[in-house]
């Protein structure tokens, strides 16, 4: 699926802020490899956007080198970075940082080289057309709404054929509906063209839904990478675990290893079926649609609750014995909202 | 629009051109404190004469010295001229003059009037007088500038500003005559005498004398004239209301400076210099002084204007004018210690 | 133009081994290092008047001791009384009639709103005269105070009229700096937060108190700074009042007592006053952004005033206008008659002096508006402590006295002018020296312009920019300039003005056979001939208006909405 030589790589890249104690960025290691969209995740002031800004040269590692295509770009082996418009690379930003004074098309038309003017032309129609704007080319960025803003950014940013195109929280501005119409469809857009791409983000909806690989991040240090699924079942830590909704601390009563369990994975046993699972004592139920929402304590880990997505909810009720046990790890992201 | 913009400023950049031409066959540039109307028609006039253009820079006697410190010889400047004999003598003093030879000022002008080494030439006097009320003050009520420190005259007087030259030249004299002690204690008590803290210009000195404000007034003589010829019926109506008094008569005579000039010592073009100085100095010249500006000739063969003979003539104080450079100082912390400001 | 993008012309992507070997550390980092090395370069420039001025601070002074036992206290209280005064008084002035005219409606509203900008084209030292009338004016007044109640009384009524005519003179023709602060302060306030206070329980009126106003706060502070580096600044009109301040204390001890010593040290207290108060407003400005509203937000809608509130907000609105503009030009206009009528007023003195006047001052404003705008997108290009303090050092020159400035700039072409380099020409006495003395005096004004124009620009579209492949200066080009067009020609337009009213430095370095509007009025003014001084005085006025006016077209938002 990748290439040998990975297209973006971080080398112990670290960034300190003047006046913070902790560094932003901590001594990352990390690839991005042709045809991959990478999703950085983490929670707001974990490192993440600094990261994404390292790399399209806005900002400047304190140690480390980052490589692009092989080829230190800065840190510090390098005498002069590289400046951001050497390196070949898209940005979408989170408010689309569209120039307010040009029009659609020459918003688009702003990061191609070609002096050519049908190739120009040709392939601003290409990418409006990618985007779902045609016929929007002489607007301003004001008169277009806040969905097709993004598009645009996304059609400029991809005009030009960057290497490697950088998202920063693109859809954080939009209501959830919106987001979730574009996010599919920036996933498409971005698969059809096999273009590579580091989303950052803080929603692990939009991670989970884009990303061929999620890069978990937290006080500036690399906490888990691995497929969606892998980061969403098998989550390293409790941080990374949370990044995607609920989870479950269960101690493994063979390994004595911690493990994290998704609420709906939960299995109910009744007391007087079988030996699986752990044992439990129901605390509350609560009804929401289709499932029930049940809380229980388990008796192996006194103190501790656990949320479990129950269907037998209504012939539950507090106080109600039995046991949990969980469903092992799926092929595939069953995540919904 | 932007259009329009862009050529307005090519237009001002074009304008600028003409500043750097080259120099035309014969000019001067004249260094000058005397920012009258009248000094550009007398330039005007030499330059129909002569063929010689003469180019002008506008500032503050002491500013002029500083930027002729600052151009050192590579200064375009070949005259200075002022209007107060303290500025020539500083300006003597900094090294900044040249003496000139020409024996047609020597004979014009009395040796009172010029630089000892010839270094400067006055080219008009003018006179710092009282100005009384005649209807609020009795004859013989008036004699001396030391007499307004009198107590008979508290809440009677004005004047202007101590940081005005005009004041600060007389105080020197004053200085000279009585002492810097007495002098001190002059300035002290006449700022106790005035009716307002010192403001505004000597013409609104003679203005606060005919509203009825003060009774005496320190002002230079020819404002007065200003105001009687100017175009604003109410200023003609104030000078009416004033008369002039020489001070001094029976002693050292009036406080009189002097406005003058000197050839610019790296100057190249002393002769054309000269030529300028002799040419201000004749009698044609000099009497159009006495009618325009209202300053009085230095030439003894000028004639007066009507105005000034009807002032009438008076004994003039013939202190060295190196007095008022030297003094100029003393004169002004003084009037800082006397609290006159 | 033909500007080839010079800045970072890099391979591409260098070939990691060609680089190994060089110690990194010892390298600028490319970021802005030909753009630092280049505003560096350019505060150099702009400092060095100032460097040599306070070369002389260290010497020893003869009369510092005496000037320090006398007048220093007298200096400092005048100058105290008049900050306080004028600054009390312009927020009145300047304040309200911008809350009104942003956000509310009434008859007359529109011409009143760029009318309240007009008095910024008079310069002090002639509103100086026409101010003066009023204590003339009240003598008879004065006499019968005396009689009826004794000298004291009269002395104190003197003094009462005459400081208060002179900070009423200085507030009405300088509120209009704060009056623009605050319509854009107003104006970029959202709706939404107003709204809320409205919500909560605020009658307009306490709305505009408890939240409108702590909002502008930074806008309304710059703007009063900018008030008081005018008054400190101000010598004509000082002088006139009878009102001695630091400046004119500079003045008297350099060219009265010969000291440049003490002198400088007075223009150094003043400084240090300035630098305070700068500090103070960076401070502030530095926490204002997390207090205004973002540039996207929805404008005010304007309340309708109907009957008697109308009627005030239009007083309210006017008032400033007739004290600050219409009263001065009406005066000026009645001298200006009386002299063209008589046959004293036959030709006007330097007509093509003028013309060259007008043409410095205009190529001077553009020249250094577009130098503050690189110079600022170089501070911004990549910000630190240092940059910022490039910024601050070069705009100190607002600070200076003109006439300090003027030796300065005469001290450092003097020195290099000895040096007779084979390649420099003579600069001493030429245009040249004058429009840099004006750069080093008013860099401060499109800088701010620049500042403000870049901050709401914000950083994103110059990093989009770059990705997409534009180096700085292409970005600039491309992106900054056609977006800070608006502020660039109000800042051009505004410093135009101010060349244009300049007094001190314009008189100490024209060269030769060079008149500006400002020196033709002030020497007909010393010699005390007010009513052909009034030609002059209009003029300058006029030509400022315009440029003012035109300056408050280009500020009204640039984009067309729909």
């Given at each position: ?337 | ?154 809440g009677r007087l004005v004047a202007r500003s101590s940081s005005n030259i005009y004041n600060q030249s007389l105080m020197t004299t004053v200085i000279e005559a009585n002492g810097a002690e007495a002098a001190g204690a002059w300035a002290a008590a006449v700022r106790k005498n005035m009716v307002r803290p010192p403001q505004g210009s000597d013409r609104d000195q003679i203005r606060a004398v005919s509203s009825g404000l003060a009774d005496v ?125 | ?562």
């Amino acid at each position: 699926m990748s290439d040998r030589t990975p297209l973006l790589s971080f080398h112990a890249v670290t960034r300190h802020y003047r006046g913070n104690r902790h560094a932003a960025v901590n001594a990352i290691d990390l690839d991005v490899y042709r045809g991959e969209i990478v999703a950085l995740i983490g929670e707001s002031g974990s490192g993440k956007t600094s990261l994404l800004r390292l790399a399209a040269g806005l900002e400047s590692p304190d140690g480390g080198e980052i490589l692009i295509d092989g080829r230190v770009v800065a840190g510090g082996s390098i005498a002069r970075e590289i400046p951001p418009e050497s390196r070949h690379l898209g940005l979408v930003f989170q408010d689309g940082a569209l120039f307010p004074h040009l029009t659609v098309e020459r918003n688009v038309a702003y990061g191609l080289t070609t002096k050519d003017k049908k190739t120009r032309v040709d392939r601003i129609a290409a990418c409006l057309e990618l985007v779902g704007l045609t016929g929007k080319e002489k607007r301003f960025p004001h008169e277009l709404s806040g969905g097709e803003r993004q598009r645009l950014a996304l059609a400029r940013a991809i005009a030009p054929e960057p290497k490697l195109l950088l998202l920063d929280e693109p859809f954080s501005h939009l209501d959830p509906a919106l987001r979730r119409k574009l996010r599919e469809e920036i996933r498409d857009i971005l698969q059809r063209l096999g273009q590579t791409a580091l989303l950052v983000t803080h929603d692990p909806e939009d991670a989970l839904a884009i990303a061929s690989r999620v890069v978990i991040i937290d006080g500036g240090n690399l906490m888990q990478t691995g497929t969606p699924a892998e980061v969403y079942r098998r989550p390293a830590n409790q941080y990374c675990a949370e990044r995607f909704g609920p989870a479950n601390r269960v101690i493994d009563r063979e390994t004595g290893e911690e493990t994290w369990k998704r609420p709906e994975d939960a299995r109910w046993i009744p007391c007087d079926v079988a030996n699986e699972g752990d044992p439990v004592v129901i605390e509350t139920i609560r009804e929401m649609g289709a499932i029930y929402e049940v809380r229980v304590s388990p008796e192996t880990q006194p103190g501790e609750t656990w949320l479990c997505f129950l269907k037998e909810g209504e012939i539950l009720k507090p106080g109600d014995h039995g046991r949990v046990a969980w469903r092992g790890t799926p092929d595939r992201v069953a995540w919904k909202s | 629009m932007k259009k329009a913009l862009f050529h307005s400023l090519l237009a001002a950049l074009a304008a600028l051109v003409p500043c750097s031409q080259t120099r035309a066959a014969e000019e001067i540039t004249l260094y000058t404190q005397r920012h009258y109307e009248f000094d550009e028609a007398v330039h005007r006039l030499f330059t129909e004469k002569t063929g010689i253009v003469v180019k002008v820079v506008k500032a503050a006697s002491d500013e002029l010295i500083v930027r002729l410190e600052e151009e050192g010889a590579n200064t375009p400047a070949d005259l200075y001229m002022t209007a107060d004999g303290g500025g020539l003598d500083r300006a003597k003093k900094a090294g900044l003059l040249q003496p000139f030879t020409s024996p047609v000022i020597l004979e014009k002008v009395p040796a009172t009037l010029r630089d000892p080494e010839s270094q400067w030439v006055a080219l008009t006097k003018r006179a710092r007088v009282l100005i009384y009320s005649p209807a609020r003050v009795k004859p013989g009520e008036l004699s001396t500038y030391e007499d307004l420190a009198d107590p008979k005259w508290r809440g009677r007087l004005v004047a202007r500003s101590s940081s005005n030259i005009y004041n600060q030249s007389l105080m020197t004299t004053v200085i000279e005559a009585n002492g810097a002690e007495a002098a001190g204690a002059w300035a002290a008590a006449v700022r106790k005498n005035m009716v307002r803290p010192p403001q505004g210009s000597d013409r609104d000195q003679i203005r606060a004398v005919s509203s009825g404000l003060a009774d005496v007034a320190i002002a230079n003589t020819y404002y007065l004239g200003l105001l009687e010829t100017s175009e604003d019926p109410k200023d003609r109506d104030a000078a009416a209301a004033v008369k002039i008094f020489f001070p001094n008569q029976e002693g050292r005579g009036a406080h009189v400076n002097i406005s003058g000039a000197g050839i610019v010592k790296s100057s190249k073009k002393a002769a054309l210099a000269t030529q300028f100085l002799e040419f201000l100095l004749s009698d044609e010249i000099q009497s159009m002084y006495a009618e325009e500006t209202m300053e009085y000739p230095v030439s003894e063969t000028a004639k007066w204007s009507d105005i000034q003979l009807k002032w009438g003539k008076f004994v003039a104080d013939d202190v060295a004018f190196s007095v008022l450079g030297d003094r100029n100082a003393e004169a002004v912390r003084l009037f800082n210690e006397a609290g006159w400001e | 133009m033909a500007i080839t993008p010079q800045a970072p012309a890099l391979p591409i992507v260098a070939p990691v081994a060609d680089r190994r070997s060089l110690p990194s550390r010892w390298r600028l980092r490319w970021r802005g290092d030909r753009w630092g090395a280049g505003a560096a370069l350019l505060t150099g420039i702009i400092a060095l008047p100032l460097l040599a001025i306070l070369f002389y601070l260290g010497q020893e002074s003869v009369e510092w001791n005496h000037l320090a036992e006398t007048v220093l206290v007298r200096y400092l209280t005048n100058t105290l009384i008049l900050v306080v005064g004028v600054s009390l008084l312009v927020l009145v002035m300047g304040v309200v009639p911008a809350w009104l005219v942003t956000t509310c409606e009434f008859r007359g509203r529109r011409l009143l709103s760029w009318a309240l900008i007009l008095p910024l084209a008079i310069p002090t030292y002639i509103a100086a005269f026409v101010f003066y009338q009023g204590p003339e004016a009240a003598i008879p007044m004065m006499i019968k105070i005396r009689l009826r109640f004794g000298v004291e009384a009269f002395l104190l009524a003197e003094q009462v009229i005459r400081y208060g005519l002179l900070i009423v003179m200085l507030a009405a023709v300088l509120y209009p700096y704060v009056y623009l602060a605050c319509c854009s302060a107003f104006s970029r306030q959202s709706r939404a937060v107003i709204e809320a206070a409205r919500c909560l329980g605020d009658s307009p009126g306490r709305a505009f108190f408890r939240a409108a106003l702590p909002m502008a706060r930074p806008g309304i502070v710059a703007g009063v700074a900018l008030v008081i580096m005018e008054v400190i600044n101000d010598y004509g009109a000082v002088h006139f009042f009878g009102v001695p301040t630091l400046t004119e204390g500079i003045f008297r001890t350099w060219f009265g007592m010969g000291d440049k010593v003490a002198a400088l040290r007075l223009a150094g207290i003043m400084m240090l006053v300035v630098a305070a108060l700068l500090a103070v407003e960076q401070w502030l400005r530095g926490r204002a952004r997390y207090v205004e509203a973002d540039a996207g937000s929805i404008p005010m809608k304007r309340l309708p005033l109907r009957g008697g509130k109308a009627i005030l907000a239009l007083l309210a609105c006017f008032a400033p206008v007739a004290l600050g503009f219409l009263f001065p030009v009406g005066r000026l206009l009645h001298w200006a008659g009386l002299h063209l009528l008589s046959d004293a007023g036959s030709g006007f003195p330097a007509g093509m002096a003028l013309v060259r006047g007008l043409g410095l001052a205009l190529a001077t404003a553009f020249v250094v508006t577009a130098l503050a705008a690189l110079f600022m997108y170089a501070v911004r290009l990549r910000e630190s402590r240092l940059r910022r303090a490039l910024g601050r050092i070069a705009g100190m020159g607002y600070a200076t006295p003109g006439a300090v400035i003027a030796v300065g700039v005469l001290v450092v072409f003097g020195t290099l002018d000895r040096f007779e380099l084979p390649l420099l020409p003579l600069v001493s006495g030429t245009l040249f020296v004058i429009a840099f003395a004006y750069m080093v005096r008013f860099f401060a004004i499109p800088l701010q312009f620049t500042r403000a124009g870049l901050e709401r620009i914000g950083k994103p579209l110059e990093e989009a920019s770059r990705l997409l492949g534009h180096p700085p200066l292409q970005t600039f080009l491309r992106v900054d300039l056609p977006l800070l067009r608006a502020p660039l020609i109000a800042a051009g337009m505004l410093l135009f003005v101010d060349i244009l009213k300049e007094l001190p430095l314009t008189l100490i370095l024209r060269p030769a056979n060079f008149e500006t509007l400002a020196t033709t009025a002030y020497s007909l003014a010393s010699e005390a001939r007010l009513q052909a001084c009034a030609v002059p005085a209009l003029l300058i006025i006029a030509v400022g208006a315009v440029g003012l006016l035109f300056m408050n077209r280009w500020l009204q938002p640039p984009l067309k909405n729909e």
